[in-house]
Each structure stands twice: as structure tokens, then as C-alpha cells.
């Protein structure tokens, strides 16, 4: 549908695509639940994901971050192995297999052609696939033996944010669907939770203020910015540092909050921002010892919790959601601070320079 590509009242894409999640959200829970309203997937699939031993995600850029998140929602819930993969560097540095690999190919477009060599490679090879897509009929889709659909409508910005977002729901889909099929209790009900990071999701789109004062006030004048976070904060991290570096060419790296003192830190000067993830309760502490230890070297911290972890120097809390799940939403305002970012340097927000949409080429 034509319309549905339109920018509509939306200055960008990108915008429009960051306002699109909480719908999205509503599309894949009705989309992968059966009659009764609970969670249903292919039995194919769940017949391959109890079979395999192993799961290994294969994926480039945004997928590769949601890949990372994916392992633990697999690793978690269904208790199944998973190793993650960048496409480009699987085919020449093959780690050893399991005896029953299953292989989840992730991507937005269905069509990246380092993730398509690796597809090609393990067919050959024997081993089943199954491909997590946005794009119906795409390369990928066709040549994997099982496909799970994103139902995030098209995305047209080069930076992904729906499609991120829309990968993370469906990997948790497919998490709490295998655990019950490999008999394990999951002990909170999916359907619901998403329904909350739905709701969750709509209150961050209606506080773009905020983010735009934080892109304003933090990333105006800076060459560099981190991104810090423990557990999956980090992997939120890495996700939001390439959303910064993508669209507003700010040099941008996320890292792990332990690691920082390993090397990294030698790079704080006066006023370096440092985006800080404090979603998780295990490690609230850790990562605000690390705020402080940055702050102590002349950053300038901004640090972003969920509720019930907040502290007064918080710059902004997100809604409460189950702790497994937050990245759904602690991206939201990473992904709105580099649209503003972005604007205020005058960038092109939806084509950014030296990038395309889907990369065909090796
Ligand atoms: C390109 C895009 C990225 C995207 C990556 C993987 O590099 O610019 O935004 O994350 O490809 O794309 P895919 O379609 O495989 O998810």
C-alpha cells in the first residue's frame, strides 16, 4: 500500500518510523497469538528450535544489535545456547559447530549480502535456517527453510528504529514459545508484558521534548559521546551509539561500564558526554559507580534509568517494564536523541552520507 510509505505530517522518516513502534508492538502480538490469545509460532519452527543444540544468529549492523539481545532472550527463557555472528565475519572465521546447529538469519531488508553468503555457506553445509525479516518473498526469506515475519510495515530511513525494536519482540516471541515447548515455565505472561511496553513506548514518543533538550544540551558542539551500560544496557549502547554515529556522524562508541577502565576512559576529556543505561537492578550500582568515575575525569554524564532504579541525579526515568524487556524501550530515547542530534547539525536525517538502506554488495 502506497500510502502506508508516505511521510504524511512527519518532517522525516525517521521520525514518523520512531512514532510507528508502539503500533508495531500491537501488530506482531496479534499477528503470533493463535484463537485463545496466547503466543503462537510456526510448529516447524518450534520443532527446529527444540531439535537444535545450538542457535547461532547471523546479522549485520541494527540486527546484529538486536541478535545480541535475542541470546539472551533464547539463553533465558528456552535455555538453548546461542552464539551471535556479524555476517561479514562468519564466513571467513567459522567457529566450530555444534553437532545440531540451528541458524537464525536476522534482517530488516532480507537482502544483505554478507548475511546471504552465510546463508548460502550453511545450506550447503546441511544445516536448517530460519530467517527473522521485515520483508516478505526477500532473498533471505526464500532461501532459508523457515521464515518469521517483523509486520513493521515498511522502513524507508537508513537508521533503523522500528524494525530494531519490532526483531526484539519477535525474538522473545520465539523465546517464550520454544521454553514451553521445551517444558519450561516462563514465568511472566508475554502477551501482557508487551502490552505494557506498547503503552510504555507511546509515553516516550510524547516526551520528544525531553530528548530534544538532552540532544541540545549534550550534543551540540561535541566531536565525540559515550555510551555506557552493563548486561543488556550495553547492547542498547552499541545501539544507540551507531544510531548517533549513522545519522549525525558524531563519533560515537558504546561500552560496556567494567571495560571502561581498561582503555577507554583515557578518552574522557572536559565535557565528553557519556549516556549512561540504568535499567537493571543487579548492576544499578556498578554502572553508577562507573558514571562516577567518568564525571570524576571532566564527562558530562547523562544518565537514563528505568523507574524503581532512579536516583535524583537521573536526567531521565523511563516507565517501569518487565527487567528483561527493556530494551524495547531504553532505545527509544537514544534513537529520538540522534534524530534531534542530527536536525540540530543539520544532517540529512534519512540519507545519511556513505550509507544505503540494504547493502547488496559483499
Ligand atoms: C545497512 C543499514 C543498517 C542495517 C544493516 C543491516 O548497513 O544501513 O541500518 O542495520 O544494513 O541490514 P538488514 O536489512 O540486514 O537488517
Known sequence: DASDIEKGTYPHYMLKEIDEQPLVMRKIIQ???????????DSDIVKAMKKADRIYIIAAGTSYHAGLVGKQFIERMAKVPVEVHISSEFGYNMPLLSEKP????????????????????VKEMGHPALTITNVPGSTLSREADYTLLLHAGPEIAVASTKAYTAQLAVLAILA??????????????????LGIVASAMESLTDSKEAFEDIAREFLTVTRNCFFIGRGI?????????????????????????????????ALIEQGTPVIA????????????GNVKEVAARGANPCIISM????????????PEVHHLLTPLISVIPLQLISYYAALHRDCDVDKPRNLAKSVTVE
Open 31 to 41: 499477528n503470533y497469538q493463535d484463537g485463545e490469545g496466547a503466543l503462537e509460532i
Open 102 to 121: 540451528l541458524f537464525i538469519f536476522i534482517s530488516q531488508s532480507g537482502e544483505t549480502a554478507d548475511s546471504r553468503q552465510v546463508l548460502v555457506q
Open 176 to 193: 517464550e514459545v520454544t521454553a514451553k515447548s521445551r517444558g519450561f515455565a516462563v514465568e511472566f505472561d508475554l502477551v501482557k508484558e
Open 233 to 265: 544496557d550495553f547492547y542498547v549502547g552499541l545501539e544507540g551509539a551507531l544510531k548517533l554515529k549513522e545519522i549525525s556522524y558524531i563519533q560515537a562508541e558504546g561500552f560496556a561500564g567494567g571495560e571502561l577502565k581498561h582503555g577507554t576512559i
Open 277 to 288: 543505561l540504568a535499567t537493571q537492578d543487579f548492576v544499578n550500582l556498578s554502572i553508577r
Open 307 to 318: 523507574k524503581g532504579l532512579e536516583t535524583d541525579e537521573d536526567r531521565f526515568v523511563l
